[in-house]
């Protein structure tokens, strides 16, 4: 039951029915975090389902009346999302008469307007896509787009860093960062520069020693160093659109550092398409490390991930390995006893 889920009294629970009556049944801001891939438009015919296919998200006859329906089930999602949750949405593309529809765009698009505040587009890179096209690129990309409801949210960086795999190492008495490099020639541009003022090097100066320093105590690995009138800013040098250029105008450099504890994921994803539950018969089963970022980033330990679309699990059980607890919702009679036999291979069907 839900009810056990949200007391603490159980890990996780399973309720077969239509998502939005079983989401009204959740009290306000209950949930931690929502992650779902729900049925794409057209690309399927599910089984097994309680009711007439034309109710069946994915079955719609419009690209609008898809979005709109995916709509009434994502307002009743905001609704049971804390204020400090994240809700990661899965949703694959679909050609029409040769033009693709941007399906995936269409609801984050409406779900913008509608309040939600879109923090990442995920380019989730499956390395492996269709072969049959003869006039267009393959297609080998999903979107896995993160929205939260507020500006600050929880996110645990440290749960999902990436560990240098190099350190800062000495060589010849001098300190160098994981990619060779040494601070020398910084050190030659601040002070030949015609452009810094004396204040501004002899402070350029100190922040590069300050640099080395902390690389000679293994608390930064690498860095980089832009210096006024030497190198060019990443995004442009306009002041109202770079945090950057901004600190170049005003301080004549800045220094960007790896540090020790590791770096955040970029948004693209390389993860090969889960096969292990292929045999169960549901053709659209989440890869399990799909889900590992999200869940430990954006779902405190204990805390409630829900899935509105089920299937087979993998969400569930993603988040009940990951010390999180789950409640899954599913139109299938199939597919959520799969699912409760996944999370309990000794039960019997």
């Excluded at 307007?113 to 999903?142: A, P, V």
């Excluded at 896995?144 to 800062?168: G, L, M, N, S």
């Amino acid at each position: 039951m839900i009810k056990n889920v949200l007391d603490g009294k159980d890990e996780y629970c399973f309720e077969i029915g239509d998502n939005v009556e079983v989401l009204k049944t959740l009290p306000d801001n209950s949930i931690d975090c929502i992650i779902t891939s729900p049925p794409y438009w057209k690309q399927r015919i599910y089984e097994d389902y309680d009711g007439e296919l034309e109710n069946i998200i994915g079955s719609e006859d419009t690209p609008e009346q898809y979005v709109e329906n995916l709509m009434k089930v994502i307002r009743e999602l905001k609704r049971v999302l804390k204020d400090e949750g994240t809700f990661w949405l899965n949703i694959g593309d679909k050609f029409i008469n040769k033009c693709l529809m941007g399906m995936p765009w269409r609801v984050a698009l409406q779900m913008q307007q509608e309040g939600w505040i879109l923090r990442s587009d995920i380019i989730w890179d499956q390395m492996k896509g269709t072969q049959s096209c003869r006039d267009r690129m393959r297609d080998i990309y999903e979107h896995v787009f993160q929205f939260v409801k507020k500006p600050k949210y929880y996110f645990d960086a440290d749960a999902i860093r990436i560990i240098p795999e190099k350190d800062a190492y000495e060589k010849d008495g001098h300190i160098i960062s994981a990619t060779g490099v040494s601070g020398k020639k910084y050190f030659k541009q601040i002070e030949i520069s015609k452009v810094l003022s004396e204040e501004e090097k002899a402070n350029a100066l100190n922040a590069l020693n300050e640099t080395l320093e902390e690389m000679s105590k293994g608390e930064v690995v690498d860095f980089r160093m832009t210096i006024r009138g030497e190198q060019r800013t990443y995004h442009g040098e306009s002041q109202k659109l770079s945090g950057r250029a901004k600190e170049l105008n005003e301080k004549g450099y800045f220094i960007i550092k790896m540090r020790k504890k590791g770096f955040l994921p970029s948004d693209i994803w390389r993860i090969v398409p889960e096969d292990t539950w292929r045999k169960d018969a549901h053709c659209a089963v989440f890869p399990e490390e799909l889900l590992k970022n999200p869940i430990l980033s954006t779902c405190p330990i204990g805390g409630i991930v829900l899935d509105p679309f089920s299937g087979t699990g993998s969400t569930i059980h993603a988040a009940v390995s990951l010390k999180r607890k789950g409640i899954g919702i599913d139109l299938s009679t199939q597919y959520t006893e799969i699912a409760k036999k996944r999370l309990n291979p000794n039960q019997r069907t």
